[in-house]
Every structure is written in structure tokens, then in C-alpha cells.
């Protein structure tokens, strides 16, 4: 009877497993209306659509990196292609100067896949034991950045650099790890800065400044 009891708990328990978990789409197409004031997980969908919605021609050329960081990323998301919507697929493109960096930064909602169009880069991510996991890539070659976990690219050749990369997520999100810590509204504090960083006060408000200025 105990056996029973435990394997009806088991299949119960597996049902409703699969009954919660996120269902398939159930339509064709969930084009987003970007402009409905309706807010859920993603976007509500609108009535009307056409072959624009499903189209971008934002990523078929390089875009310009003439910035301190010397990159630009084209992103191919649901905010650019509502077609996207509920699709869990996004692209992106991104340039480099030679020495480019993207620096640290995590998409907390994705895992991203690269191509190298031209060019040669450094690049790497960071596992929760603190390993670093790090590979020069070139032309023609892939590489794959876990979901989630901190990573960087760089461009280590005296030529510009391109890639694509590609996400399992409508809008993966990106969080850069300075930029965030340095200079998000309201300002970490300072004290948390100095006890994390291990450096005074003079120190982080010069970092924060430079990232209030950008």
C-alpha cells in the first residue's frame, strides 16, 4: 500500500510538473505591440500584422565603434523585430575597433552562441568557481557563453572584428558588471563599493565619476 502510495505521489507529482511548466505557443504568431500599455511576460499581441514584423535590415552593415570602448552591438531583439515575440529567439551584431572591448557583463535570461564574420578576438567567461574559460577565436569559428554567467569579448588583432551572436531568449537582457556597479540610479554606496572593491572612498567616487559622464 506504501508502494502505491508513493508512486501514485510520484506521478501526481509529474503531472503537475508538466502542467505548470510554460506551454507551447498557441498560435501561429504573437507579433508584439510594442506600443500597448498592457504589461505581462513579454508583449501582448496585436491584430494586425505583415512581413515587416518578421524583417530587420539593421544588422547588414558594420555599425560604428568610434566610442572609449571602442564596440557597438546591433541587436536584433523584440523591441527591433516584434515578429520575435514568444518566439524565445533573438541575434545581435557586434563591431569592433582593433582593441575593442565589450566588456564584462552577463544576459541573465540567455545563453550566447557566436560567430566570427571577420577578425580575431579574445574572449572568455567566468564559471561560479571563479575559473576563467578563455579562447582566441577567428573567422569562421564559434564559441558559446553559458546563461548567466559573467563573460567579455576583445579584439586582438590589428584589423576590426565582427561577430554574431545568437540567443535562446526574445530579449536576453544585458547587465555590464562596471556600468552596473559604478553607475546605476541611485548610486550603489559607497561603503558597499569600498568593503566589496577592498579600496577607499576617493577611489570609487572616481570610478563613479567617469561612468557619470558617459
Known amino acids: 500500500m506504501a508502494a502505491m502510495a508513493a508512486l501514485f505521489t510520484l506521478t501526481f507529482g509529474m503531472v ?85 572591448v565589450n566588456p564584462p557583463h552577463t544576459h541573465p535570461r540567455a545563453t550566447e552562441i557566436v560567430f566570427v564574420l571577420e577578425g580575431q578576438l579574445e574572449v572568455g567567461f567566468i564559471t561560479t568557481a571563479n575559473v576563467l574559460v578563455t579562447k582566441t577565436i577567428k573567422r569562421g569559428e564559434v564559441f558559446v557563453f553559458p546563461r548567466g554567467l559573467v563573460h567579455f569579448q576583445r579584439s586582438n588583432a590589428k584589423a576590426p572584428a565582427s561577430i554574431i551572436s545568437a540567443f535562446n531568449s526574445q530579449m536576453p537582457g544585458t547587465q555590464s558588471i562596471s556600468a552596473t556597479l559604478f553607475g546605476a540610479t541611485p548610486p550603489v554606496p559607497d561603503h558597499v563599493l569600498t568593503k566589496a572593491f577592498k579600496v577607499g572612498s576617493k577611489e570609487v567616487n572616481k570610478i563613479k565619476s567617469r561612468f557619470a559622464s558617459n
Open 16 to 100: 503537475l510538473a508538466t502542467v505548470a511548466a510554460d506551454p507551447d505557443l498557441l498560435q501561429d504568431v504573437c507579433v508584439a505591440d510594442l506600443a500597448s500599455g498592457i504589461k505581462v511576460n513579454g508583449f501582448s499581441c496585436k491584430e494586425n500584422i505583415s512581413a515587416e514584423d518578421f524583417f530587420y535590415a539593421g544588422m547588414a552593415k558594420p555599425g560604428s565603434t568610434n566610442n572609449s570602448l571602442g564596440f557597438l552591438v546591433t541587436a536584433a531583439s523584440v523591441a527591433k523585430v516584434p515578429g520575435l515575440n514568444t518566439l524565445g529567439v533573438s541575434m545581435s551584431r557586434i563591431d569592433f575597433a582593433p582593441g575593442g
